[in-house]
């Protein structure tokens, strides 16, 4: 499988299940063949909406999403990076 069918496989996963539309960070394949595709999504600070504050302070979050060698999603896994204004 080559990197770019990866890349998109993981970038039409986020937008279809979850609603998200990022950029790609990096990815890398596996040792088991699959791939893991990281894609930075800036979104809606999660903190500041639940404090009801209202305020224009997103979050810059990168989702990693686990492939396998059919190009499976199998993992997906969001993690904090920085606050942008």
């Not at 999504?41 to 060698?69: F, H």
């Amino acid at each position: 499988m080559k990197i770019e069918e990866a890349t998109q496989t993981a970038l039409d996963f986020l937008a279809k299940t979850m609603g998200k539309q990022g950029e790609l960070g990096r990815a890398r394949k596996t040792k088991e063949g699959g791939w893991e595709v990281e894609i930075e999504v800036i979104e809606e600070s999660e903190y500041i909406k639940a404090l009801g504050i209202p305020t224009s302070v997103y979050d810059k979050n990168l989702y990693i999403v686990g492939l396998d060698e059919n190009l499976e999603v199998i993992s997906c896994d969001k993690r904090e990076l920085r606050e942008v204004q």
